[in-house]
């Protein structure tokens, strides 16, 4: 499952201040994996698990990721999967991280 979600965000388009199509998937795919996910006023797609972060059990562990990436949107984002190694615009910055953040 993690590379089937390295290969849906690496190919949604997430240009810098125009991110929020691919926001919008980790939104989708983080609440059918059952987190309580929500976009705040900035775009950011935010998800709290666990227990209430307090006094009596400790304080909360922020995990990140930036959705964007330098490429514009004329780019081609196909992902080209070889036997032994993916290629495509993307795969690295940030895409594989959102991935990593999707399957935890």
């Known amino acids: 499952m993690p590379l089937e979600y390295l290969s849906r965000?690496?190919?949604?388009?997430a240009p810098t201040f125009?991110?929020?199509?691919r926001a919008k998937l980790l939104l989708e795919l983080w609440r059918e994996l059952g987190?309580?996910?929500e976009l705040d006023?900035?775009?950011?797609?935010?998800?709290r698990l666990g227990p209430e972060a307090?006094?009596?059990?400790?304080?909360a562990l922020v995990l990140a990721a930036h959705l964007d990436t330098v490429?514009?949107?004329e780019v081609d984002l196909t992902v080209q999967k070889g036997p032994k190694r993916w290629t495509g615009a993307g795969l690295g910055d940030n895409s594989s991280s959102l991935a990593v953040l999707t399957a935890f």
Not at 18 to 21: G, T, V, Y
């Open 9 to 13: 965000i690496a190919q949604t388009a």
């Open 18 to 21: 125009f991110e929020s199509q």
């Open 35 to 37: 987190a309580n996910a």
């Open 41 to 47: 006023a900035a775009g950011n797609v935010i998800a």
């Open 54 to 59: 307090g006094p009596s059990n400790g304080g």
């Open 71 to 73: 490429f514009s949107s």
